[in-house]
């Protein structure tokens, strides 16, 4: 994966398609909507199907296929808001007895992983690795406070796929997100006109859509380099998430403000959506410390490729 290649694979592609079909028809939308009355079932509700798609035979660290369908498969949880930490899991590391991986920040650790009771691998952007021995209550979008016991400080190198593919699954939301916005407004009139041919609205959705599409990008880049084993890959997984944090947040305002009050309202698929990517937009760092966290890594260098 040297040569830099940004398109996904077609196999990869076409996982990640069969993996969007393959959730609706386990409950689509519905399944976040069950978990989140009862997070005790997450695993009854979605387990199945993701053992059906082979995901936890997915070698996302050592094979570049087994990456590149990581990636898609983590946009496609995302674009349904599967109630499932699919990137957490696929990001395990290889040294350890684990079945996922959580980065944290190094005080008061969570992880949005309530109510799935799993082997729970902890790092900080540091590199120090811990075992998740026990967690708090389960409070909003599954999050929980995490109890820790140290392991190793040999984690640096685990660090920047497990931040990359929750960006992958931010990216999944952002694009229901926009597609929800176009239909709404496609259907909404107002003046006898369709909300979508009034031209501050298409500003709106241009500025949504330059966000998501340069997210996209970036997340393709920091995956190449990731598979590429690149020395700059942390660095490269800490811009990602910078930019997916910066581009929700214009993208789900925009979306917002175009479903107007009603897209706070649960029944509106997009209310769902906003509230579950708190956890990624927040977890283990917010937009300013992890733009502290990127100038600290990237010193007087700075960044290099797509960023430079």
């Known amino acids: 994966m040297s040569e830099m290649v940004l398109d996904l694979s077609e196999d990869a592609q076409e996982y990640g398609r069969q993996a969007l079909r393959a959730f609706e028809a386990a409950g689509g939308d519905q399944l976040v909507q069950d978990a989140e009355a009862k997070p005790a079932i997450r695993e009854s509700l979605v387990g199945p199907v993701l053992n059906e798609l082979g995901a936890w035979e997915l070698d996302a660290r050592t094979d570049v296929d087994g990456l590149e369908a990581a990636a898609a ?8 808001a599967l109630p499932y930490p699919v990137a957490e899991r696929l990001a395990k590391p290889t040294d350890l007895e684990s079945d996922g991986l959580i980065v944290v920040a190094s005080n008061r650790p969570a992880g949005a992983v309530g109510g799935v009771e799993t082997r729970w691998t902890a790092v900080t952007s540091g590199g120090t690795r811990s075992t998740v021995v026990g967690h708090g209550a389960t409070g909003p979008a599954f999050v929980t406070p995490l109890e820790l016991s140290e392991i190793d400080k040999n984690g640096a190198g685990d660090v920047a796929l497990a931040l990359a593919l929750p960006c992958w699954t931010l990216l999944g939301m952002l694009d229901r997100a926009i597609e929800l916005t176009i239909a709404h407004v496609s259907l909404r009139k107002q003046f006898g006109q369709p909300l979508s041919t009034f031209q501050g609205v298409q500003f709106q959705l241009t500025d949504a859509e330059v966000e998501r599409s340069g997210l996209e990008i970036l997340a393709k880049y920091a995956l190449w380099s990731i598979g ?10 800490l811009a990602l998430r910078m930019s997916a944090i910066e581009a929700a947040e214009v993208v789900f305002r925009v979306c917002h403000q175009l479903h107007g009050a009603v897209g706070f309202c649960d029944e509106t698929t997009l209310s769902w959506l906003s509230r579950y990517s708190q956890p990624l937009r927040r977890l283990p760092l917010g937009l300013s410390a992890t733009r502290d966290e990127l100038t600290r890594r990237a010193g007087r260098s700075g960044l290099t490729g797509l960023y430079a």
């Open 73 to 80: 498969l983590c946009r496609s949880a995302g674009y349904w």
């Open 228 to 237: 590429s084993d690149k020395p700059e890959a942390i660095v490269d997984a």
